[in-house]
T-cell receptor
């Protein structure tokens, strides 16, 4: 699975958009980009995933560059409850390889 | 009720003791996983099971064993606990077969003194 690089921490004002970057320059053609978050030592929570098209759901948007070497998770209107560690994970989605390999993630602090 | 439950939620034990952490799920998923998390680090995979008869080692399986008693139950054992196994342990499930989402339990905080 491709290695990912994320900034260790970021701040965001409440109500503003939080843009969390992820670099995955060695991603291969069959690998997806996944985002999970972990709020204060709770179990990680799935947010969104994508292959090459931009994706949006009720939690966030995922923007993947055309060369797929980087992506950005966007929380459009951050709230205090979005304070968490966000993990960007790249892996293939075949039958026998649905293991998740976590890095250290980005600690997002949303302030009032 | 939670879809993935873990017991105990907190445990303090002594070096050399055998301890079992239990995980149960009501999601009907075939695949279950055990991860550990050390302070300031991401999760690391210990063991995973794709069905009741399938058990696989993860990246850090030494010192651990597992048992898949049923589709809904997956237990992690430390045969002889040591202090560097002090960590936060998470169980997770997925439906697999291309599914993109793993569902995590609330975690077990284990301290080995």
């Amino acid at each position: 699975d491709a290695k990912t690089t994320q900034p260790p921490s970021m701040d965001c004002a409440e109500g503003r958009a939080a843009n969390l970057p992820c670099n995955h320059s060695t991603i291969s053609g069959n690998e997806y980009v996944y985002w999970y978050r972990q709020i204060h030592s709770q179990g990680p929570q799935y947010i969104i995933h994508g292959l090459k098209n931009n994706e949006t759901n009720e939690m966030a948007s995922l923007i993947i560059t055309e060369d797929r070497k980087s992506s950005t998770l966007i929380l459009p209107h951050a709230t205090l409850r979005d304070t968490a560690v966000y993990y960007c994970i790249v892996r293939s989605r075949s039958y026998n390889t649905d293991k998740l390999i976590f890095g250290t993630g980005t600690r997002l602090q949303v302030f009032p | 009720d939670a879809d993935v439950t873990q017991t105990p939620r907190n445990r303090i034990t002594k070096t050399g003791k055998r301890i079992m952490l239990e995980c149960s799920q009501t999601k009907g998923h075939d695949r279950m996983y055990w991860y550990r998390q050390d302070p300031g680090l991401g999760l690391r995979l210990i063991y995973y099971s794709f069905d009741v008869k399938d058990i696989n080692k993860g990246e850090i399986s030494d010192g651990y064993s597992v048992s898949r008693q049923a589709q809904a139950k997956f237990s992690l054992s430390l045969e002889s606990a040591i202090p560097n196994q002090t960590a936060l342990y998470f169980c997770a499930t997925s439906s697999g077969g291309g599914s993109y989402e793993q569902y995590f339990g609330p975690g077990t905080r284990l301290t080995v003194t």
